[in-house]
């Protein structure tokens, strides 16, 4: 089989295009896999024209190469590359060698090495992740040193095509695993063509902060979809934005310090070593030469005051708020409130833990940790807000084990009074009535449709019936299920499964009925749906919660450049919003842009603010 045919439709290898979308470290199980050694095989023999390996589970015998790079740290092994390319574009001429413990050899070194081809799926089968062609079990020898490293291919806005991905194969259940490569044509396939080579980026923009797992995100198309502060924008599932790639370095931390970047910096200078492909984030450079990080200066927002007319209404996501956090994250969530926000006149709390935290021991009760809060927002300048919440039924609303997370409102009572309606806890629904000529909640604060299977394991809707100036304004903060599960945007399925959005979706008809409940009493009431969505404004689940009219999302009032309250593997997307009832035709919505961009987070969402006039 020649290095450029394209995986041939045998009954064998369709055995082994199986075991590749089944995931892990694949091992042949044809006749035609099991067949031997394979003498005097060359690296891009080894890669093939496709995502899968056409030597997938056979000993292949002295293949040669420099080695290219060397990790000593997680996935133990060296990348080495071919210095004799072949005529083929998509046959990468560099892979990588998984020793388990640390490799012996060098960057340079001329090495022979034997052992068994596999295709390993990082994040095992249900990740939908593509496969890394890797060597494993093998022998080596160095046969010398020093050697020139083969030429780096550079990854850049003229080299990266604009096309995202294929299509995946019908017949494959929509994978693009046994595509031929045309990397002329696809992103993807561009940077499968590479896999294990040598590749560098020059200076370019960060587009994803420096984490805690010492990676960072940059893109080498300066101009694609980006947004108004130095990132790139998702803004539909076909704006993947090809430009995009992870960095990460090969020297261990504790050898090199990786650098702290924000979005909008630029890691300026030469970036360069092996392209590999991790279970977070897909194909990243390894660094062996990396760049240095030249500061943008970005800075956090800040909010305009209402005015004595509007009612401010802002979510923010607390990222597991508790009292054995911090007194720092508490001061500077507190700050923010302040400062950045404005100190709005109702505040709707995301991930907002017990008493005690992630301890598992039946504990439900939050009034300590909303104390701890409150008391941190009055010492930094803040109104003494007041608070309502509901209590889950412990271990039921999903979250951090322990943690029972639930929404909260806080309110300044100088400017908003609560209407109380009790009787609400975990599994009593609140409803509406009319009264007056008004629309009203039989439950004031109350949670909505708790029994309903969507809500499952998940944070129950809480709504809340508030009066500014006289007139009402009812509230329903909200966490929707998270998108844990989904297949990423490099899944070997092409377009990825999003598993999660059907959960989100019965989630959104659920807070859509009751809209239309309270719609129905008064027409003209004023309704927000607000909190951490964790869905784009473009998806199916913001479709369903703005059904018949009965919502709009004001994020869409913004540009497209500042759509985005969360950053992900470098694309700044949409997860927290505010949704208006058609009453509320005139607002200034704001996303505020504290925490996302950058490495220093206080929690990785930014809050959103809407002001109106009742």
Known sequence: MTARSSLPRSAAVAAVVAAALAG?????????????????????????????SPLVGQQVTDVTGIVTGVRTYGSKGFWFQDPRADRS?????????????????????????????????P????????????????????????????????????????????????????S????????????????????GSNVR????????????????????????NASRRGGVVYGSYSAQNTGRIQIQQLAP?????????????VLSGRTEGPLDFNQFGGYTLTARTLGTVTDFGQVREATREQRGGELAVATYNVENLDPSDPREKFDALAAAVVDNLASPDILALEEIQDNNGAKNDGTVAADETLRKFITAITAAGGPAYEWRSIDPVDKKDGGEPGGNIRQVFLFNPERVSFTARPGGDAVTPT???????????????????????????????????????????????????????????VSHHQPPVRGSEVKRLEQAKSVNAFVKDIL???????????????????????????????????????????????????????????????????????????????????????????????
């Open 24 to 52: 892990g470290l694949l091992a042949a199980s044809s006749s035609a896999s099991a067949s031997g050694a394979a003498d005097g095989t060359r690296i891009h023999d080894i890669q093939g024209s496709t995502r899968i």
């Open 89 to 121: 574009a998509a046959t990468s001429e560099g892979i990588f060698v998984f020793t388990s413990s640390a490799p012996t050899v060098a960057v340079g070194d001329a090495v022979n090495v034997s052992g068994t081809v596999g295709e390993y799926v």
């Open 123 to 174: 994040g095992g089968a249900t990740s939908g992740n593509q496969s890394l062609t890797q060597i494993a079990k093998p022998t080596v020898s160095v046969t010398s040193s020093g050697n020139a490293v083969p030429a780096p291919v550079a990854l850049s806005s003229k080299s990266v095509p604009s096309a995202y991905a294929p299509d995946g194969d019908p017949a494959a259940g929509g």
């Open 176 to 195: 693009i695993n046994a595509l031929p490569l045309r990397p002329r044509k696809y992103a993807l396939d561009f940077y499968e063509s590479l896999e």
């Open 201 to 224: 980026v020059g200076s370019s923009r960060v587009v994803g902060a420096t984490d805690a797992y010492n990676e960072l995100w940059i893109s080498v198309k300066p101009h694609e």
């Open 253 to 265: 931390v504790a050898q090199q310090p990786f650098p702290k970047a924000d979005v909008g910096d």
């Open 431 to 489: 409803g509406v009535v009319r009264e007056k000529g008004r629309a009203a909640l039989t439950l004031s604060p109350g949670r909505i449709d708790p029994a309903n299977a969507a809500w499952n394991n998940s944070r129950k809707p809480l709504a809340g019936e508030f009066t500014f100036r006289g007139r009402t304004v009812f509230l329903i903060a909200n966490h929707f299920g998270s998108k844990g599960g989904d297949e990423s945007l």
């Open 520 to 614: 129905k009493a008064q027409r003209d009431a004023d309704v927000l749906v607000l909190g951490d969505i964790n869905d784009f404004e473009f998806s199916a689940t913001t479709k369903a919660l703005t059904d018949g009219g009965a919502l709009y999302p004001a994020v869409k009032s913004l540009p497209k450049s500042e759509r985005y309250s969360y950053v992900y593997q470098g694309n700044s997307q949409v997860l927290d919003q505010i949704l208006t009832s058609p009453s509320i035709d005139d607002f200034a919505y704001d996303s505020v842009h504290i925490n996302a961009e950058f490495a220093d987070q206080n929690s990785d969402h930014d809050p959103q603010v809407l002001r109106f006039r009742p």
